[in-house]
């Protein structure tokens, strides 16, 4: 299988030369159609991983894997002075803090340290935490079943016995409920093994996940679709999957079981930068800063302390959602909205979009802050500064955290800069 890995927002060309090895960001052609034939099945415009040109594809903020039969694309983040076994490593880091795959904390870790192929470390992920989940016991539920029996059990369908068993008086058509491993939440942790069986080429992860499969045995095989999900609840009893059902979601979301070549089928696992780094530095300040400092609390989406920007009939409009909104023992207030941009530092604003400082400037004055700060990936040339909003004592502030380094080793620095740029934000009041 070619394999191929490129970065967000680069561009990707077909390969016309047979007999010849394509360059870098080629693939051959036959390869190429298949991926963009792949790509615009059944998503939206906005949702595809490549703007598709006539003879050129550009990637998206989109992240992660797509396979098709004979081709494997790997994008990585686009991270300045960084290695892609770095910008990996990183990449996978920032999903595990940010709840996006299923890892315990105590293995972050481990899971920093892999060098192997994107796909891969997502699949063993998923294998080894729904395989440890498993051995605890598979999660049960009470199943109502309908079904033609030889004794009487639950309640008797009296038209279905009129019409089946008019002639088999020693049979019963009985609806009754039954405790049972085949649940919906069960058939869909099956389809998910079952998809990652076809894509993945590790010998140790194809084990874990045919374990998997034997350890639910009982249920039964069926094609899953994105409505189903939303038919689960999370209860007491079943809350330790949760996180494996949210990223068996994403495993089963882009399955495509129509295109095949051979055993091979289309499949793609994806992460949208946007949100990954709104919910990784979300999740890392309220694991690494906000304990440390005293009476402080974090709103993610200002949750329960959202404002309007207007109101109409005693009603609010334009309800307001930052990122991040922190309130300090005083009551203080500091809105941290998180960019997932790469700033050009030229020109008066210095890259920073009009739409963003329009956003900052409502969140400043409706939460009465003395400064709000959009927070970026820190590239080169890119610098930190503040625009004064006219007429008034306020600020939006820009500021920058780098991610090209190993964001696992040094973790305590990133939390003295995220600390840093909420102390003076609050400060600042």
């Known amino acids: 299988m070619r394999r191929l890995v490129v970065r967000e927002h680069t561009k990707v060309f077909p390969w016309d030369e047979e007999g010849k090895p394509p360059p870098p960001s080629h693939i051959e052609r036959r390869l190429y159609k298949r991926l963009k034939r792949f790509d615009q099945h059944g998503r939206k415009e906005a949702d595809r991983v490549f703007l598709w040109g006539d003879d050129s594809a550009r990637t998206t903020q989109w992240v992660g894997v797509i396979q098709v039969p004979g081709l494997q694309v790997e994008v990585l983040p686009k991270v300045d002075d960084a290695q892609d076994d770095q910008v990996r490593s990183n990449l996978l880091y920032m999903l595990a803090i940010a709840g996006q795959v299923p890892v315990r904390d105590r293995d972050v870790a481990h899971l920093a340290t892999r060098r192997a192929p994107l796909s891969e470390t997502l699949a063993a992920i998923f294998a080894d935490r729904l395989h440890r989940e498993l051995l605890l016991g598979p999660a049960r539920a009470y199943m109502r079943r309908e079904e033609n029996l030889r004794r009487f059990k639950g309640k008797l369908l009296i038209s279905q016995q009129t019409l089946h068993n008019a002639a088999h ?100 696992l994806l992460f949208d930068m946007n949100r990954v780094f709104e919910d990784f530095v979300a999740a890392f300040l309220k694991k690494q800063v906000i304990p ?92 930190c500064r503040d625009f004064a909003i006219v007429d008034t004592s306020k600020q939006v502030g820009v500021r920058f955290v780098n991610l090209s380094r190993d964001l696992h080793k040094e973790r305590d620095d990133l939390a003295c800069e995220l600390t840093y740029i909420v102390k003076e934000g609050i400060t600042a009041q």
């Not at 079952?194 to 998997?212: A, G, K, Y």
């Not at 949210?246 to 979301?253: A, Q, V, Y």
């Not at 604003?349 to 700060?373: M, P």
Request: charged letters at 30%; one cysteine or more; hydrophobic letters at 35%.
């Open 169 to 268: 008086r020693e049979r019963f058509f009985c609806r009754f409920d039954e405790f049972s491993e085949d649940t919906l939440m069960n058939r869909i942790f099956r389809a998910a093994c079952r998809v990652l069986l076809d894509s993945t080429r590790t010998p140790s992860t194809q084990d874990r996940l045919r374990h998997c499969l034997l350890l639910l045995d009982e249920v039964e095989d069926v094609f899953i679709h994105d409505e189903l999900f939303d038919q689960i609840t999370i209860t007491r009893q079943n809350e330790r999957f949760a996180d494996v059902l949210r990223f068996c979601r994403l495993i089963l979301k882009e399955r495509s079981p129509t295109v095949r070549s051979g055993s091979e089928r289309s499949f793609s």
């Open 292 to 383: 440390h400092l005293d009476g402080y609390r974090l709103y993610p989406q200002a949750k329960n302390q959202r404002l309007h920007l207007m109101t109409s009939k005693g009603r609010g409009v334009l309800p307001l959602r930052p990122d991040l909104l922190i309130r300090a023992s005083d009551d203080r207030l500091f809105v941290l909205d998180t960019k997932w941009k790469q700033l050009s530092g030229e020109g008066a604003r210095g890259g920073v979009g009009t739409d963003d400082l329009y956003q900052l400037y409502a969140y400043t004055r409706r939460y009465k802050c003395r400064r709000s700060v959009l927070l970026y990936p820190q590239v080169n040339g890119a610098k």
